[in-house]
């Protein structure tokens, strides 16, 4: 038997509230379907993410057998403060997924993941470290130096999200062969170390 609309917002504050305390979660019928449900979700953290790192955030937090069980046929709109439905805006992913090749020859071509490693990860330990907060506060200054128009970003962001790197520290753990930061991670995994955490201080 099928859940109430009631009964699934009730479990998704039970799965997402202790990760963003003051989300709003509205479960009802879609407008243009009543027989799809739709779930709105709020919540000013995502105020300076992308949707689709938005979702990402947020399907992670759900089990996976709750999401096949419960979720397949819904609808989701994941939404800052003051944002509706039809101001998302969502990649297309095969577009992304064409452009993918020569987008990361660019990257590369400009150094880009260099000049991040060297901020996440400095060569010299006496240097600060910039903090991951979960988003690309770090990528975005170093792309539009680097050459990047801001209108470019939505596409190169989103590719390096497909390749798993939704946030700054991401970026260098998933979308690159190589960089300091993950060597370093793997290093003290092989010494039987604690890795050290981008986001420990928050």
């Known amino acids: 038997m099928s859940l109430s609309a ?6 998704l504050r039970r799965f997402i509230v202790p990760s963003y305390p003051e989300i709003e979660i509205r479960v009802e019928p879609w407008e243009q379907d009543p027989t799809r449900l739709a779930i709105y979700f709020t919540d000013a953290k995502f105020t300076v993410l992308y949707p689709y790192q938005r979702w990402h955030y947020l399907t992670h937090l759900i089990p996976e057998e709750y ?5 397949e046929n819904t ?3 994941e939404m800052a403060p003051g944002e509706n439905p039809e101001d998302l805006r969502y990649p297309d992913i095969e577009l992304i997924d064409e452009i993918t090749p020569d987008v990361m020859r660019c990257l590369i071509g400009s150094r880009f993941f260099e000049f991040l490693d060297n901020v996440m990860c400095p060569q010299a330990t006496d240097e600060p470290r910039c903090e991951c907060w979960g988003d690309f506060r770090n ?3 170093i792309l539009l130096a680097r050459g990047f128009k801001e209108e470019e970003l939505f596409d190169v962001l989103h590719v390096l999200m497909r390749a ?4 700054d520290c991401e970026i260098l753990y998933n979308a690159v062969e190589e960089s300091r930061l993950k060597a370093e991670y793997w290093t003290a995994r092989a010494e039987g170390r604690s890795p ?3 986001h420990a201080s928050k």
């Open 6 to 11: 009631d009964q699934i917002a009730a479990d």
């Open 139 to 141: 990528s975005r200054p």
């Open 67 to 71: 999401q096949s069980a419960n979720l």
């Open 196 to 198: 050290y955490d981008p």
């Open 164 to 167: 798993g790197g939704f946030c």
């Open 75 to 77: 609808l989701w709109f």
